[in-house]
């Protein structure tokens, strides 16, 4: 993809962690970079397009010269606790934007249009998995998270009717030093109450935030990727060795047994299950095709963001 003509790439849900970080690498490369979001809204070098998907608005501006759309919105599944309403509004938001850009692309037919790359997410595999290695075409669980993640890459997969290349990356735990799971797991180890969950021995599939954004960015360039790809660094660690590395890093000691299930589940009820679980990812895939990790070794991913 030559970017000599400043070509314009459309993101929903830039505003996020993701989104910010993909943004600013693009900037930096020479391209136009549009948002739709709920509001108008002023934000440094991207124009910023109305969208609304309860009232199936789309403000056609939006696709005019856009070559690429980064499909990243969607419900955070970490924030609050699964009650029947948060459960409807984790799917909706994924299912609904991405129908939603469907019968626009359909209907407005963008000339310019070419590429689709859309977030998914390992938890398709399911809550846990134990020590089995996870390629794309392991089976699809049937837990809540899961069935999210089939009807979300179902939809995304209507794109590919519009002669549109269309990629999906199943995000794991993305690693940040602006929030997310990361400054959660830190925060007890910095307090000198750091533990390990559960029994500690579940996989932790992880990537650093830099390596997520090149991985889209990545997508978005090379025209020989399409379909399914794990977005997860090559070598997942369990929950203890997390913790353990966290806290080497932050130079405090680990004096407190792990955090007993039932304790979890009384506190985050269904959610703990996320914790409690794991995937062994494997990125194998994306590999293969040609893709470099910058930050491969936990540790090193650590270091540079603690």
């Avoid at 407005?108 to 998995?129: H, M, R, V």
């Avoid at 590919?160 to 269309?166: D, Q």
Wanted: proline share 4%.
């Amino acid at each position: 993809m030559n970017n000599t003509q400043k070509e314009k790439i459309l993101i929903t849900g830039g505003t996020g962690l993701v989104g910010k970080k993909i943004t600013e690498i693009l900037t930096a490369e020479g391209y136009q970079v549009a948002f739709l979001s709920r509001q108008k809204r002023a934000i440094p070098h991207v124009e910023v397009f109305l969208w609304d998907t309860n009232n199936n608005y789309i403000d056609p501006e939006a696709f005019q010269n856009c070559t690429a759309i980064i499909h990243l919105a969607g419900e955070n599944v970490a924030e609050k606790a699964w009650t029947a309403s948060r459960k409807k509004a984790i799917l909706e938001s994924r299912t609904q934007s991405t129908a939603l850009l469907y019968n626009a692309i359909k209907a407005n037919q963008p000339e310019t249009l070419k590429t689709f790359i859309s977030a998914s997410a390992i938890g398709i595999y399911g809550l846990d998995t134990g020590e089995n290695w996870l390629q794309e075409n392991s089976p699809a669980a049937n837990d809540f998270l899961a069935n999210v993640v089939v009807e979300w890459e179902k939809e995304v997969d209507t794109l590919s009717t519009l002669n549109l290349r269309t990629a999906k990356l199943r995000i794991g735990v993305v690693l940040s030093d602006e929030g997310g799971a990361l400054e959660k797991i830190a925060q007890p180890i910095r307090y000198g109450a750091g533990a390990a969950l559960g029994t500690g021995k579940q996989y932790l599939s992880w990537i650093h935030i830099q390596d997520l954004a090149n991985m889209f960015i990545f997508a978005l360039k090379n025209e020989t990727i399409q379909g399914t790809y794990n977005a997860v660094a090559p070598e997942p660690a369990t929950n203890q060795q997390f913790t353990k590395a966290v806290a080497k890093i932050l130079k405090k000691p680990l004096i407190l047994p792990n955090v007993p299930a039932f304790a979890l589940k009384l506190g985050l009820g269904e959610m703990a299950n996320i914790v409690l679980g794991g995937n062994r990812v494997s990125s194998q895939k994306i590999q293969e095709a040609g893709f470099h990790f910058q930050y491969p070794q936990l540790e090193n991913s650590l270091r540079s963001l603690l």
